[in-house]
């Protein structure tokens, strides 16, 4: 009897879900990943793509070439659609794919927290496409404007608002101020761009990047107004349409853009498993990692509930790759018959965000550090955490090319359809 | 009285429009520059984008950005839709613009010769839009050819063909041929992709490059063999639908990629302007480059029919620029008052082609020259062309990364849904 080797599948190719294949790939079973897209998406820098700072290429890495050497991982590029917990079995419209143990590494989407209209009127940023949409986008709005005889309809062409004062939004916010006031005020001829353009970021709570120590968050204020960022704290949004964005205290902006940083949850499929999930759809784990009552079934990263002095771990790259680590030693004991599991025990590394060009924040514990050093420090890591060295070299040329001259090469609008005619 | 300045404008923003508008830049004029698409196209370097070996960004830059420092060259992103050569007038969607000099360099097209099956059933390859799309095309085939059971349609899947043996269609051959049997085979674990995989390319005459001299014909196609690349000459193409090519002698090809560079004609607004034009749309120019019967109004690059011994200039890019040159002095003599007018003689710069990573063609002349060095002359002409210092050295490395590993980074299928339901 020949002996059949235990099959992970694994749902998800973002940080979690190649971490956990990459650990698998050399050990004696077979691992099934599948996702979606056929790349590994570096979300943190979903923003400079959408800026025109970065090319998709840079920040996309093709899944499969992790596993060139692998024979053993196969990739297969699909829609989950559901899962058939009995019979052990993940359903994608082309077949069910059987499993011995299932990894969820599904990731998260935009939470619009039900408000119908701001996901029909607003913007999301959590994928390549979304990211290329605003880009498109913006840069549309700068071509509509400059051709628009009327004042009022360019200013609200050219109002610009990001939603959530989390790192998304205010990098978003910080990299827009410099693509506009830095870049387009030097090519739109027929434009006033310091009259006519506003950037505002908007955040409902009294703070912006909540995870940092109470200085940061005033400098982060402080460097974003000083990039002619309008900041308002304490602001809710409670409606959108195409052309006007509705606070809570019934002020509204006239803008055509509105990008939408202010919440995540776990993509819709996950809560199709079965298991007990959050109020943000996230599956609740035990401390192995495990989906309780389905042994065998584990989740991780954004797509896991799991809680850590009293919160649950946020929703960050370095959660689900500690996450990926204990997972992959869990189904080994598994396999191997070892009544020993390991439990999870996040590790902070700190937190950082970038406000612009030569300026950041980052914290970790009581440590901190803000400025130029701390955006070197900050350019330093997301090199070394980007896929392949190739892309590492690039990417580094074009931040300090940006840096040095304020360049930004990738503007270059992609959905104006052919005309054969 | 004050003085209006003379108003020139540019119908394309390819080489010869953005030579003709760089040269009028520093002039006392002014210059309206209109394109459909924001930016200005390195098209000879398409393929390497359809074939996942450089990014969008680096074939691509923003035309604006050409013209930040000269307030006098407007930009606008327009699809041209008429003419008014009465009032000196050109139709947009959203204004009409006045001209005192026209300069028509609005490029050209794919030419399907009225075989409108194969408009409908093949990629063609002359913009942006369509390498992605034919990028995008190539990498799903492989994915769903891996899940395929059925071994006709998998070899279906992968069976690409080429349509025509010029530059556009030897290179993408050799380049398709590289990313599979160098790229594709070390990640699709679960295809045999010396068996399954065909490329074939496909043409009527009995010469592929037929600028070349007859032994670097021979050698091209020996190179193209030698990297399994099916050509086939003497061979006409006379229908194809989803699934079938079917060729003139009844033979039949399954496949469901086929990319069409057989043929070019202008784009179809060039025959809106009213002049006579030949039978590839292109507008008949005199020697001066000006349309007759249409003083002030010039036609340069791929969409002018100017015939030099005895037969009409290439479309490529060195006559356009040289065009530009010539164009743009007489439209100075024309403002001037000056009665001379230049006439127009192309001088021949040679012709060049890549077949593969190190391996190139080139002529000029009776001069002639073949293999690595060919090749690296290749590079170095077309990174000297390319636009941007920023872009030359990511281009350069990604080449030379490509030389040596074979690496291809740019496979990103960008065309796959979103999916909030």
Redesign the interface.
């Known amino acids: 009897m020949s002996e059949k080797k235990p099959h992970i599948v694994i749902i998800g190719a973002g940080f979690g879900g190649i971490k956990a294949a990459k650990l698998l790939a050399n050990e004696n079973v077979d691992v099934t990943l599948i996702d979606?897209?056929?790349?590994h998406l570096f979300q943190p820098l979903l923003y400079q793509v959408s800026t025109s700072i970065l090319?998709?290429?840079?920040i996309?890495?093709?899944t499969?070439?992790f596993?060139?050497?692998h024979?053993n991982?196969?990739f297969?590029?699909a829609?989950v659609q559901g899962f058939d917990a009995v019979n052990k079995e993940v359903i994608t419209p082309?077949?069910r794919v059987k499993y011995d143990y299932l990894i969820l590494a599904a990731g998260s989407?935009?939470n619009y927290f039900g408000m119908n209209n701001l996901?029909y009127s607003t913007y999301?940023m959590k994928?390549?496409?979304?990211a290329?949409h605003i880009r498109n986008h913006v840069?549309h709005m700068f071509?509509r404007a400059e051709?628009e005889s009327d004042p009022e309809v360019r200013k609200r062409m050219l109002t610009f608002v990001c939603v959530g004062g989390g790192p998304t939004g205010v990098e978003e916010a910080g990299s827009l101020s410099e693509l506009v006031y830095h870049v387009m005020k030097?090519?739109?001829?027929?434009l006033n761009i310091k009259e006519d353009v506003s950037i505002v970021l908007i955040e409902a709570t009294d703070k912006v990047l909540p995870m940092m120590p109470p200085d940061l968050r005033d400098e982060t204020v402080r460097v974003l107004r000083s990039k002619k960022v309008d900041v308002r704290l304490n602001t809710q949004v409670v409606d959108c349409d195409e052309n006007t964005l509705t606070l809570k205290d019934g002020t509204t902006i006239a803008t055509n853009t509105v990008i939408w940083a202010a919440g995540v949850k776990a993509v819709?499929v996950i809560s199709k498993f079965g298991a007990e999930v959050d109020r943000a759809g996230r599956v609740i784990v035990d401390k192995t990692l495990q989906v309780p009552n389905y042994p065998g079934v584990f989740a991780i990263g954004d797509c896991a509930h799991l809680e850590q002095d009293g919160r649950p771990l946020a929703t960050i790259a370095p959660v689900a790759t500690q996450g990926a680590v204990v997972c992959v030693k869990n189904i080994k004991n598994l396999i191997n018959g070892q009544g020993t599991m390991e439990e999870f025990t996040y590790h902070d590394v700190g937190s950082m965000a970038t406000i612009g060009r030569g300026e950041a924040v980052m914290s970790k514990g009581s440590w901190k550090m803000k400025g130029f050093f701390a955006w070197c420090a900050w350019m330093v890591v997301h090199l070394m955490r980007l896929a392949?060295t190739?892309?590492n070299?690039?990417v580094a040329?074009?931040w300090t090319?940006n840096l040095l001259s304020g360049?930004r090469?990738?503007?270059?609008?992609?959905n104006?359809?052919?005309?054969?005619?």
Chains 1, 2 share one sequence.
């Open positions: 979606r897209n056929n790349y090319a998709i290429d840079e996309a890495y093709p499969r070439a596993f060139r050497k024979n991982v196969r297969m590029l829609h082309y077949k989407t935009t996901a999301g994928t390549l496409r979304e290329i840069l071509e051709r030097d090519e739109y001829h027929g819709p392949g190739h892309t070299v690039t040329m074009k090319w360049i090469l990738g503007r270059i609008i992609t104006i359809p052919d005309n054969r005619e």
